[in-house]
């Protein structure tokens, strides 16, 4: 495994007790960090926490929903008491949405903006106040390739995770002299069992044929680059907008077999078939 010189460095994940968060969480255990989980689901939190523990370093956990201000603060207090210095901060809690925009619901509308870019935001003001106040801190807030473009019937969900990188840009120019880096990570499709549930297996084939690496991600392969940026070798990297996309975003037109349809003269010359 990968070391990223983060042993004894205190993180905190947020929708740490599933998916992305989850991963993140136990390849930071690895490394060495101590590590404070937020997620909603409370039995979640504690099966979680013990599986950290399990990994020889502390762990700690609380229950909440990140549109809470004054629990977010709370928890910040109570892992800085149990683990230490928060140094690093992980916003991955976020939720889905779909409906085409003619016929979404302004509560729908709310409750993704509230959850995704207000529950980001409230999540890094308050763990950014103590790494302000210490001149140190690094933070990685979840995004999505939907934020790097659109998708039909996600009108919500799309302008929520534009809106997290006009944050994460934002927060990092303002808390960068205070030497606190923020950056996003953008992942592709992540292959978790509420993906299989909710998404069409046409759809998910859709998007291997346009990834050029031919398949979707898995939760550790958007944990392995979270950790990198958390990490002193991304020292001088801050407001970034990482695709973790296996390619998806390098062209218009891709293809996992690289084949190139447009050109009728390669078609012709039987270079490629369609």
Not at 124 to 138: H, K, L, Q, V, Y
Not at 144 to 173: E, F, I, M, P, T
Not at 263 to 272: D, F, N, P
Request: glycine share 12%.
């Amino acid at each position: 495994m990968i070391a990223f010189g983060l042993k004894h460095k205190v993180v905190v994940v947020t929708g740490g007790a599933s998916g992305i968060g989850l991963a993140t969480a136990l390849t930071l255990a690895r490394d060495g960090a101590h590590v404070g989980i937020v997620d909603l689901d409370a039995a979640a939190v504690a099966s979680t926490v013990e599986t950290l523990a399990g990994l020889g370093i502390k762990a700690s956990g609380v229950a909440l929903d990140v549109r809470d201000e004054a629990a977010l603060s709370a928890s910040a207090d109570r892992f800085e008491n149990e683990l230490g210095p928060v140094y690093g901060l992980v916003a991955s809690a976020g939720i889905g949405g779909a409906s085409r925009a003619m016929e979404t619901p302004a509560e729908d509308w709310s409750r993704i903006f509230d959850v995704n870019a207000l529950g980001a935001f409230l999540s890094c003001r308050a763990f950014a106040r103590m790494m302000i106040e210490r001149g140190t801190g690094s933070i990685v807030v979840v995004g999505s390739v939907d934020g790097l473009g659109a998708q039909a019937g996600r009108a919500a969900y799309v302008a929520s995770k534009h809106a997290v990188n006009g944050l994460v840009k934002s927060l990092a120019l303002e808390w960068g002299q205070h030497g606190v880096r923020v950056n996003c990570v953008a992942p592709n499709l992540v292959d978790t069992p509420l993906l299989r549930r909710g998404i069409p297996p046409a759809f998910i084939g859709v998007v291997e044929d346009r990834t050029p690496m031919a398949r979707i991600a898995t939760a550790a392969d958007i944990a392995g680059p979270i950790v990198m940026l958390l990490s002193d070798a991304a020292a001088y990297v801050t407001g970034v907008i990482l695709p973790i996309d296996g390619g998806l975003t390098t062209s218009f037109f891709a293809r996992k077999s690289g084949e190139d349809l447009s050109s009728t003269r390669l078609l012709e010359a039987g270079v490629y078939t369609e």
